[in-house]
């Protein structure tokens, strides 16, 4: 069902700060910025090898990310896996009783469809899945 680890998001409230530490001192290439306004965040992708870094800084106190970082602070906020059907991903993690977030795929980052699985039904982690655009 997963073909690879698409990304590792990660939670900042600085995301220049973020982009700098990850592009300058660990050698990462950034690929992509976008304003995800739905979710709340700007968020910024760096290269690792054929996954990525996606940074997450939230748009003001509301959100998703807002929140974790509200709660937890700035640290690992998900792990995404790339798939080729996100729909029948859903289908078949619904049909087995997984608990979701999402019922239908959302936008994401650069195109891509996504959908998030509940931390319940995944060992306590933020698991989301992520069909890419056909351009990416």
């Not at 970082?69 to 991903?89: Q, S």
């Amino acid at each position: 069902m997963f073909d690879a680890i698409d990304h590792v998001g990660i939670a900042v409230s600085d995301l220049e700060a973020a982009v700098a530490l990850h592009r300058d001192v660990l050698g990462m290439v950034l690929v992509h910025r976008e304003t995800l306004a739905e979710q709340g965040v700007r968020a910024a992708l760096l290269d690792v090898g054929d996954s990525h870094v996606e940074l997450l800084e939230p748009l003001d106190g509301d959100g998703a990310v807002a929140r974790f970082l509200a709660r937890r602070g700035p640290g690992l906020h998900h792990v995404a896996y790339r798939v080729a059907d996100i729909e029948a991903a859903l289908a078949s993690l619904s049909a087995a009783g997984t608990r979701l977030i999402d019922a239908r795929p959302r936008d994401g980052i650069r195109g891509s469809r996504v959908a998030f699985l509940h931390p319940s039904a995944t060992g306590g982690v933020l698991t989301e899945l992520v069909q890419p655009s056909d351009h990416h």
